[in-house]
């Protein structure tokens, strides 16, 4: 009898024991499911573009979209990463890089005529690789591909790789899924000068109004069908890993982000 009792109770606890295994195994698999989330969810709300009127393109009548971003030199100027206010402490994680703002994923619509307007305040050294110094797949106001970005209202097709501060280089994957889009547009860096005004005024707040002035670089694309897109800078503003790629560079919701066309 006893040695029936004992049986009974290690075939008890050996149930317990499995089913304390599969709670622990669920509850394991559902931590990593909400960190993995979590972690690939966007940092920051959607910036969508705006329609204003259409446009007469070569492919026809085209909405007209507008969206418009800054590039600064901090994230608490950019005002996508919390409050921008004077000695803020949760301006993001990473006081110091700089960023894009006030968002990083963009939305825009399919088959429309986009312009894109980047004001800029942040200074820059060398480009790695002088391809980025191009303007590449933007168009004219007819739709026409034109590798052409106005400049504080001038018209220019590439900088020279020691003047650029980043890049906006919007591409996807390779895919039989989706149109492709591919344009690239470096950006004027700030001069010594310039950084120093900027530097002085955002130690006294961070207002915008009291920036300097920055640099206006204005492009325009076309979008094709539906997609879901990447952008990021080729201009080396990272730590010294992988040649000043690190850090900053690969961190979605400062040099990185997304362009979904809905």
Same mark, same amino acid.
């Given at each position: 009898?006893?040695?029936?009792?004992?049986?009974?109770?290690?075939?008890?606890?050996?149930?317990?024991?499995?089913?304390?295994?599969?709670?622990? @195994?669920?509850?394991?698999?559902?931590?990593?499911?909400?960190?993995?989330?979590?972690?690939?969810?966007?940092?920051?709300?959607?910036?969508?573009?705006?329609?204003?009127?259409?446009?007469?393109?070569?492919?026809?009548?085209?909405?007209?979209?507008?969206?418009?971003?800054?590039?600064?030199?901090?994230?608490?100027?950019? @005002?996508?990463?919390?409050?921008?206010?004077?000695?803020?402490?949760?301006?993001?994680?990473?006081?110091?890089?700089?960023?894009?703002?006030?968002?990083?994923?963009?939305?825009?619509?399919?088959?429309?005529?986009?312009?894109?307007?980047?004001?800029?305040?942040?200074?820059?050294?060398?480009?790695?690789?002088?391809?980025?110094?191009?303007?590449?797949?933007?168009?004219?106001?007819?739709?026409?591909?034109?590798?052409?970005?106005?400049?504080?209202?001038?018209?220019?097709?590439?900088?020279?790789?020691?003047?650029?501060?980043?890049?906006?280089?919007?591409?996807?994957?390779?895919?039989?899924?989706?149109?492709?889009?591919?344009?690239?547009?470096?950006?004027?860096?700030?001069?010594?000068?310039?950084?120093?005004?900027?530097?002085?005024?955002?130690?006294?707040?961070?207002?915008?109004?009291?920036?300097?002035?920055?640099?206006?670089?204005?492009?325009?694309?076309?979008? @094709?069908?539906?997609?879901?897109?990447?952008?990021?800078?080729?201009?080396?503003?990272?730590?010294?890993?992988?040649?000043?790629?690190?850090?900053?560079?690969?961190?979605?919701?400062?040099?990185?982000?997304?362009?979904?066309?809905?």
């Amino acid at each position: 009898m006893s040695g029936t009792t004992g049986t009974s109770m290690t075939a008890t606890k050996r149930t317990i024991s499995a089913i304390a295994s599969v709670a622990l @195994g669920i509850a394991v698999v559902g931590a990593v499911g909400f960190t993995l989330h979590k972690v690939s969810a966007d940092p920051q709300k959607k910036l969508y573009a705006t329609t204003n009127g259409t446009v007469q393109t070569s492919q026809g009548v085209l909405p007209h979209q507008f969206i418009s971003l800054g590039v600064y030199a901090d994230p608490c100027n950019a @005002g996508s990463h919390g409050a921008a206010t004077q000695g803020a402490t949760n301006c993001g994680s990473h006081p110091s890089w700089p960023s894009y703002g006030p968002s990083t994923h963009l939305v825009l619509k399919p088959h429309s005529y986009v312009t894109m307007t980047l004001t800029v305040y942040d200074s820059g050294e060398n480009l790695n690789n002088a391809y980025f110094g191009k303007v590449i797949g933007t168009v004219d106001a007819a739709g026409a591909v034109s590798n052409t970005a106005t400049y504080d209202g001038v018209a220019q097709t590439a900088l020279a790789p020691t003047d650029v501060e980043h890049t906006f280089t919007l591409h996807g994957l390779p895919t039989s899924t989706q149109d492709p889009l591919f344009v690239n547009v470096p950006l004027p860096k700030n001069t010594d000068e310039e950084m120093a005004t900027y530097n002085k005024k955002y130690s006294d707040s961070y207002d915008h109004s009291i920036l300097n002035k920055g640099h206006v670089v204005t492009f325009s694309f076309i979008t @094709g069908g539906k997609g879901e897109y990447v952008w990021n800078c080729e201009y080396p503003c990272g730590d010294g890993t992988y040649q000043k790629f690190g850090a900053v560079m690969g961190q979605v919701g400062y040099m990185a982000g997304k362009v979904s066309v809905v």
